[in-house]
């Protein structure tokens, strides 16, 4: 259990959340930009549901006998000239990249967007050892100049607003370009110079990877920006890091899974770049690095198979889930404290971090079901979320006053005698606080409910009781 | 087709807070030919137990509604939400459970109300709405339009009673009900209802209608702290609504009676 988190406060980090006017504005766009495009790109591919149906059977071959595709991974790695390391834990893969590094003596590394690097908190550990790092994607890089973490898998940066990315730059660059910093363009334009000198200088290339296939021994990047390439493609070094879970079998299951996650992330048909690593450099190829480290982490993802959370493994990050979640939506991701927000960041983070330090996040959801709907590998994140409450109520971990409540409130519901009783009086009691308007404004004991609404007032006899009356008190009246 | 003995599932929140919803549920199954059936030892379907991670206490309450619902031929509720409680009701007792064939056996036959109207028993009314309800917007609640696939039934219904509705935008993002969950986040449930109401007011709407009485309890009470002149209905409020007036009679008269 190696993932920081600062979960345990996502209360207090909600209300920084709602009341940061920057971000509700930046949250504002979401539901327009990334969730309609998805809509529009899923409405044109008739096949999409069967796309869905098919790439959760093939992730739910590969985890049924991960194992094999592991070790075959390993092998068609190995004999294209590639080096393939598991890491248990974070420390461990944190470990091996220093080591390599340092095999080279490298001073700088460049990075592609990785959210497994972001998990393990590499660029911490390499600049505790003298390695510069520069993230190279643009939002990473928005983000990592601003000393933040990313808010969402896909688009890291989606919390920050054109203008605070024109002081950020003025912060950091000196004076703009031609162009200025008005237009998201000219931002591009800056960051794009500013970066380009950095990637002839890296000795090390670190990327992610989105899938990792078997049969080939190819790591597999999905991008828009041509970053990666540089990346991956410049420095003597590449170095994959990768969970466990993204092997896929074959080219063909990989082509499937690419189709949905372009569609799904950011509603492209297809992402501009689709980068198939194999191997170091051969010598017939114009370039590429003089070798090529596949890093596989679990970090807590072996612990998830075959147990409840299995299916969570299928995620392939594609980001759907937050950008159709109405509490991301209105909190964003940093509010969760965790590298993995929105809903299944909401399954995943107490599996790779403990659900006594991740326990709201399963809990602050109304299982509305909207990240299922759309989710490309069909994962049941609200039965997944539920499955996490169980765990924390049987831990005795849910908060003292939510279990006094649940336990007053099951201890009537099971005895319907008393529970007849009791909503009687209840209802009697607040018709009359209701009043001639019908509503009360404050509650003993209900400031949470209070705090944003009225409460409707019950008609004051509840139906059971109105209709046993209308019977003319026949008990049997209506027994099943 | 011989008459079909339906339960009502009156729903805690109906039985509680509106009893009318429950009034008005029996008169459309009535209307469509059933006989209504109103067990009397049921309480709460479990879903705060079973969405708080207490699977004793589901299990219990499970049971409980699996008796109280046996031998009729359908279990019918004015909710969405409960209905999909119900059909879970099989993991909840998990497949190791000696009753687990009954929780099964109560899944394929438990059905909400508007959809059991028009898809099992082809069921479209013709109702007259009161006059005074203006136009008319709905919301989908979650549980029972994602679970349960519920989306043209409650609109037929509502087109067959001669109401036009004004489509909101984002109809079905959730309120921000959720149980439990508007209590212990209110900061967030606040802000969705919030969205929620922006939604029913750019409709142009002047009644908003659900399925669902816990969604309709959190939209109507933030409307009313904000002092929004929109009235929230049930929708079987306004389709077995021409005989309000008779049961509004029965409910005060039995108000009247306590001591």
């Known amino acids: ?480 | 087709m011989s008459r079909r003995r339906v339960g009502l599932l009156v729903t805690c929140l109906v039985d509680f807070f509106r009893p009318e919803v429950g009034f008005a549920s029996i008169r459309l199954l009535e209307a469509a030919g059933c006989e209504v059936v109103v067990p009397e030892i049921q309480t709460c379907c479990g879903q705060p137990a079973w969405n708080s991670g207490d699977r004793d206490s589901s299990q219990v309450l499970a049971l409980a509604i699996i008796d109280a619902f046996a031998g009729l031929d359908a279990v019918v509720a004015p909710s969405g939400s409960c209905i999909g409680m119900l059909r879970q009701y099989p993991a909840v007792l998990g497949d190791s459970h000696p009753r687990h064939a009954d929780a099964v056996g109560l899944a394929g036959r438990c059905h909400e109300l508007t959809s059991f109207l028009v898809d099992e028993l082809g069921y479209r009314g013709g109702g007259k709405v009161q006059p005074g309800d203006g136009p008319v917007t709905y919301h989908d609640a979650c549980a029972g339009l994602r679970e349960l696939g519920i989306r043209d039934q409650p609109r037929t219904l509502l087109a067959a009673a001669g109401v036009s509705i004004r489509e909101m935008d984002g109809a079905t993002v959730c309120c921000g009900f959720g149980g439990t969950f508007c209590i212990k986040y209110p900061e967030i449930s606040g802000a969705m209802v919030d969205d929620k109401v922006a939604s029913i007011e750019r409709s142009g709407a002047t009644t908003v209608v659900a399925g669902d009485l816990g969604c309709l309890l959190n939209i109507e009470g933030r409307l009313a702290r904000l002092g929004k002149p929109v009235r929230v209905r049930h929708i079987v409020e306004l389709l077995g609504a021409e005989r309000l007036g008779a049961d509004l009679n029965v409910l005060e008269a039995s108000a009247e009676q306590r001591p």
């Open chain 1, 1 to 480: 259990m190696s993932l920081e988190t600062r979960s345990t406060t996502f209360p207090q980090q909600v209300r920084v959340a709602r009341a940061d006017a920057n971000l509700q504005q930046a949250l504002g766009k979401l539901k327009f930009g990334l969730t309609a495009m998805r809509g529009a790109a899923v409405a044109k591919l008739p096949e999409f549901e069967q796309l869905r149906h098919d790439a959760a059977a093939i992730r739910d071959h590969t985890l049924n006998h991960l194992d094999h595709y592991l070790l075959r991974f390993e092998a068609a790695a190995k004999a294209r000239g590639g080096h393939v390391h598991f890491a248990p834990d974070a420390a461990a893969a944190n470990a091996i990249v220093l080591e390599i590094c340092r095999s080279v003596d490298a001073r700088k590394v460049t990075k592609g967007k990785s959210m497994v690097t972001e998990e393990i908190e590499l660029n911490a550990h390499l600049e505790a050892h003298g390695i510069t790092c520069l993230e190279t994607d643009l939002g990473e890089y928005i983000v990592q100049l601003r000393k933040e973490r990313p808010s969402h898998i896909v688009a890291p940066a989606i919390h920050v607003l054109k203008e605070q990315v024109a002081e950020t730059f003025a912060a950091h660059h000196g004076p703009a370009l031609a162009g200025g910093r008005s237009e998201p363009a000219a931002l591009m334009a800056e960051a794009r110079a500013v970066i380009r000198r950095h990637f002839l200088e890296a000795d090390v290339g670190i990327t992610g990877a989105n899938f990792a296939i078997a049969e080939t021994g190819s790591t597999v990047i999905v991008t828009n920006e041509g970053n990666g390439d540089l990346t991956q493609s410049l420095p003597k070094v590449h170095i994959a890091v990768t969970g466990i879970e993204k092997i896929v079998p074959t080219l063909e299951d990989a082509s499937t899974l690419i189709r949905l996650l372009s569609r799904s992330a950011t509603g492209q048909e297809a992402s501009v770049y689709n980068t198939f690593s194999s191997g170091p450099r051969r010598p017939e190829d114009p370039d590429g690095p003089e070798a090529f480290h596949v890093i596989l982490v679990d970090n807590g993802r072996s612990s998830m198979l075959g147990s409840v959370f299995q299916d969570m493994l299928r995620c392939i990050r594609c980001g759907a889930c937050m950008n159709h979640c109405p509490v991301y939506g209105q909190v964003g991701g940093q509010a969760y404290g965790s590298v993995y927000p929105g809903p299944m960041g909401a399954v995943l983070t107490p599996s790779l971090a403990g659900i006594e330090v991740a326990g709201h996040l399963p809990n602050a959801s109304t299982f509305c079901g909207a990240c299922e709907a759309v989710c490309p590998v069909r994962i049941p994140l609200p039965k997944l979320m539920r499955h996490w409450r169980e765990r924390e109520f049987e831990a005795g971990l849910a908060p003292s006053a939510s279990r006094f409540g649940l336990a007053l409130w099951g201890f009537a519901a099971r005895r319907p005698w008393l529970y007849r009783l009791l909503s009687r009086a209840a209802a009697t009691l607040l018709a009359r606080l209701g009043g001639r308007r019908g509503y009360l404004a404050r509650l003993p004991l209900g400031r949470g409910w209070t705090a944003w609404r009225d409460l409707p007032a019950p008609a004051g006899v509840t139906f059971q009781a109105a209709y046993r009356r209308r019977r003319g008190g026949d008990a049997d009246a209506g027994k099943g």
